[in-house]
């Protein structure tokens, strides 16, 4: 461990060591043993600064779709009766924006009644399970930080009326935080400030709790990764699937048309001749106005983090190095005199790996459109846009009764 701190320049951190006590030290090297450390590497080689040249990328229409859909389900359906398909749900992340205390599934959406995002996701699978006759298996990123709360909140409510023995549970690794000038910060003497690290390992966090095996022994090929937090998302959509299988397509993503050109949102389009997500702050202006001849926006469908990947492309990649997000965070620390600090500005980064970035190591992925307002309510904020009052909105007028 001394060897990879060093290799990082982040010794320091072991420099209470000496003081802690058997079982202090046993947490210590266990903490800096389960982190993921290459993430620090994200401050040689940031992931905004190396991006390639940028091509817009159409959609297969809701339109197309439509015409095509009878092939689509057939395709798909059968894919699910067989039994290739799984779900993974990302549940790992903090919610802060929300500042919600606890797991981001546990928020109750309902408004006479409770209804927990995690049950609106668990509904909406349970539709396409009831659909094709099968149970589709569902597997649940979270972090150190909420797995015991979130498994003992499934269990508590009886899986809301899944198949328990069809869930399983995995936890995502941590990462280090460090200041702005790269060195990683102690919490207290024996605990180093850490954060989930993002969504984008969540393949290797799968194989690492031996779900490889798993997913193998039930002869899935294809996982469908979607956020916790869009109370509408259509979860192994058969349409979506068939669609994906049928266009020979490595991957599939489903897509919103821009609501305007300055919407917050990451859009799919090519890099450098592959599929690629560039985010809406990475975009020129030029880039946010283009238009087609036809008048519509040429960048212009928004991902909704509703993605379709092969598990043999994703056994392929996983070694590969992600892009490292370095994020500016509030880091509650313990300073040079031991004292415990909660900074009212941000004093430090927490670095992360995205899903969307691995879209960009795919050779081809179909851009999927759907309907705004019956597939992406997601709940980002307390107030305001993506927020629990527009989530609740939406699935007022999708006929969900709260
Ligand atoms: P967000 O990017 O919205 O992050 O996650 P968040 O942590 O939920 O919210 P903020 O940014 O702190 O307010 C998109 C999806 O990715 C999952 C989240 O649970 C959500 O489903 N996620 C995020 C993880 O599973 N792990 C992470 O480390 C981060």
């Excluded at 290459?38 to 339109?63: N, Q």
């Excluded at 668990?122 to 979270?142: A, D, E, K």
């Excluded at 798993?214 to 669609?243: H, T, Y």
Aim: glycine share 10%; hydrophobic share 35%.
């Amino acid at each position: 461990m001394l060897n990879t701190l060093r290799q990082y320049g982040q010794e320091h951190i072991i420099s209470y060591y000496h003081t802690l006590d058997t079982a202090g030290k046993a947490k210590l090297e266990q903490q800096l043993s389960g982190m993921d450390l290459s993430v620090l590497e994200g401050l040689e080689h940031r992931a905004e600064e190396e991006r390639g040249s940028f091509m817009p990328l159409g959609a297969l229409t809701i339109d197309e779709i439509r015409s095509r859909e009878k092939l689509f389900m057939v395709q798909g359906l059968n894919a699910l009766q067989n039994g290739k398909v799984g779900a993974v749900l990302l549940a790992g992340g903090q919610g802060t924006r929300l500042g919600l205390d606890g797991p981001k599934g546990t928020l109750n959406v309902g408004i006479t009644r409770e209804l927990y995002l995690f049950e609106c996701l668990v509904q909406n699978l349970l539709q396409v399970v009831r659909r094709c006759g099968s149970w589709v298996p569902l597997y649940v990123m979270t972090s150190e930080k909420n797995n015991a709360d979130t498994i003992a909140f499934f269990q508590e409510h009886k899986y809301f009326g899944y198949d328990g023995s069809q869930v399983r549970f995995f936890v995502q690794e941590m990462a280090p935080c460090t200041d702005f000038s790269g060195k990683m910060m102690l919490e207290a003497p024996g605990t180093v400030c850490s954060s989930p690290n993002g969504n984008g390992g969540w393949f290797s966090s799968m194989v690492r709790a031996g779900l490889l095996e798993d997913l193998k022994s039930r002869g899935v090929e294809w996982l469908n990764v979607f956020a916790v937090d869009n109370v509408l998302q259509q979860i192994a959509d058969p349409c979506f699937i068939g669609a994906t299988i049928t266009s020979g397509c490595e991957s599939g993503a489903k897509v919103v048309a821009k609501a305007d050109p300055d919407e917050r949102v990451g859009v799919l389009c090519l890099e450098d001749g592959k599929p690629s997500i560039v985010e809406y702050y990475e975009m020129t202006e030029e880039m946010r106005t283009l238009r087609e001849p036809g008048g519509r926006l040429s960048y212009n469908y928004g991902v909704i983090l509703n993605y379709l990947f092969r598990v043999e492309k994703l056994e392929k990649i996983m070694h590969q190095q992600m892009p490292v997000h370095m994020v500016k965070k509030k880091i509650p620390y313990m300073n040079e005199a031991g004292e415990q600090i909660k900074p009212d500005e941000p004093n430090g980064y927490k670095f992360e790996t995205l899903v969307l970035d691995m879209i960009h190591m795919q050779d081809s992925c179909l851009s999927y459109e759907v309907k705004r307002n019956r597939e992406f309510a997601p709940i980002k904020n307390a107030t305001g846009v993506d927020s629990l009052e527009s989530a609740r909105e939406l699935l007022r007028f999708n006929g969900v009764s709260l």
